[in-house]
């Protein structure tokens, strides 16, 4: 945890350029926006992934990231609509472990997006891995 940035910005020791600091959360300006205003939402209880958030503070984190993306739209900057995002994992494209959710404020031809070029499986393929993943939700109490 030594090595976590957002833990030094939360504790108040790295700067950060603050937009909402609440008693279980912190939102400020990402140093390499996607867009313009692009920010992240961060709880101050440090969590490196999913798993290792606690289920409260990941719903203040989207809570306030919900409330974010509402005062962008109403905000003098240019939206037209928002992203929220969360990687969780290197593959996922996680690189500061401590969970964090990216706002990312979007305008028409901004040139951010996330597109896949899959095909659409079948409804076998579809039914097999909702099967899967209920199978795991019920392993865990969830």
């Given at each position: 945890?030594?090595?976590c ?9 790295a ?8 008693s ?14 692009h ?10 992934g ?93």
């Amino acid at each position: 945890m030594s090595d976590c940035i957002f833990c030094a910005i939360v504790a108040g020791t790295a700067p950060a350029s603050v937009v909402l600091d609440e008693s279980d959360v912190l939102a400020f300006m990402d140093i390499r926006p996607f867009t313009p205003g692009h920010l992240l939402v961060v709880p101050k209880r440090h969590a490196s992934g999913l798993a290792q958030l606690d289920p409260e503070d990941g719903a203040k984190v989207f809570a306030a990231g919900q409330r974010i993306a509402t005062a962008l739209r109403s905000s003098a900057l240019p939206v037209d609509g928002v992203n929220l995002f969360l990687a969780d994992g290197v593959a996922a494209g996680q690189e500061v472990f401590h969970v964090h959710l990216h706002v990312v404020p979007r305008t028409a031809r901004d040139g951010f997006g996330v597109r896949a070029n899959a095909q659409s499986p079948t409804r076998t393929v579809l039914d097999g891995t909702a099967d899967a993943i209920r199978s795991a939700l019920g392993s865990d109490g969830a």
